[in-house]
């Protein structure tokens, strides 16, 4: 792996190796390489969920590893050992031109995939619906939270949605209610705090997309309404329509915050024929373990799209 702005740092025990990435402004961003331990089938850059860093995601890099992948777990600014102020960005599309950096860093070494988890997706569908998007082989999206619509995400929120009868007339399972533990976790969004940062100009200090952190005692992650504009999509449909790369979504059927067979239904009906979709809901794994339940069902894809098509000679 080699890049201008990319330097690397010794290896520890366990063999992975820390890199960081100097960007257009002089921010630096934190990744976690993990070289592949067989023959290199490619690389894999892996996005982390909204409120999480690359280091939650160390048990995936080993595993992808394992399977003759390259791996580099990205940092986003604001997150874990990247710079910048924790849960904040410089504007409305920081967390993409991050992304199409760590692309043109990592994607000189063979066929380059995505694997975005969660609210990470909104990033990578920003940048790859872009016409000047950088060339990948593949993105793969792990338990998406790619809309608002709550036919797609789940919420805790008891009262009325209006997206039910649309739901309804596609034949959408009905919601299962969400338990109170997984509830915990759930993102608390203040829609009315956001909409008075964008009209007062205040989105570089109001907080207005908060997580309970996954580790007991740490204070909850916050993003201000500047951060947040990097992971909430208004424009998904519009902008899932244009990607020109491979896609493979995989749920989890235990999943309490994403309705896979909602998304089985409605993305085929979005994504243009040139995304070759491949949809698979899991039986076991919740929001977070899915990851590591999807690497077979990942690897098995990647190679499904990069083995050489098969042609006729005709004599």
Not at 91 to 105: C, H, N, Q, S
Not at 173 to 178: F, I, K, N, V
Not at 242 to 252: D, F, R
Request: glycine fraction near 8%; proline fraction near 6%; charged fraction near 20%.
């Amino acid at each position: 792996m080699t890049h201008a702005a990319l330097t690397y740092q010794e290896p520890t025990a366990k063999g992975v190796v820390a890199a960081r990435l100097k960007t257009r402004d002089g921010a630096t961003l934190a990744f976690k390489t993990f070289p592949a331990r067989r023959q290199q089938k490619g690389t894999v850059l892996v996005l982390h969920g909204m409120g999480l860093n690359a280091a939650l995601y160390s048990t995936l890099g080993s595993m992808l590893a394992a399977k003759g992948l390259g791996v580099a777990l990205m940092d986003f600014r604001g997150h874990g050992d990247s710079s910048g102020k924790v849960g904040d960005a410089t504007g409305p599309t920081t967390y993409r031109e991050d992304l199409r950096e760590a692309v043109a860093a990592f994607g000189s070494d063979g066929p380059l995939f995505i694997f975005a988890h969660s609210g990470s997706a909104v990033a990578a569908i920003d940048l790859l619906s872009q016409p000047d998007a950088p060339k990948i082989a593949g993105l793969a999206m792990v338990a998406p939270t790619i809309s608002g619509d709550r036919g797609l995400t789940r919420s805790p929120n008891r009262g009325l949605d209006i997206g039910l009868m649309a739901r309804n007339m596609l034949r959408f399972r009905p919601e299962r209610g969400m338990n109170d533990a997984a509830a915990e976790f759930c993102p608390n969004f203040n829609f009315k705090k956001f909409l008075l940062a964008r009209v007062t100009g205040l989105g570089r200090w109001m907080h207005v997309l908060s997580f309970v952190s996954t580790r007991p005692g740490d204070a909850p992650f916050r993003y201000t309404a500047r951060a947040a504009l990097n992971m909430i999509s208004t424009w998904s449909d519009t902008n899932l329509a244009k990607l020109q790369c491979p896609v493979c979504v995989i749920t989890a059927e235990q999943d309490p915050f994403v309705n896979g067979e909602a998304i089985a239904t409605r993305l085929p009906w979005v994504l243009g024929p040139q995304a070759q979709l491949r949809h698979e809901i899991l039986l076991r794994g919740d929001h977070f373990t899915v990851t590591l339940f999807a690497v077979p069902l990942f690897v098995k894809w990647l190679c499904d799209i990069c083995r050489p098509v098969k042609t006729e000679h005709v004599v």
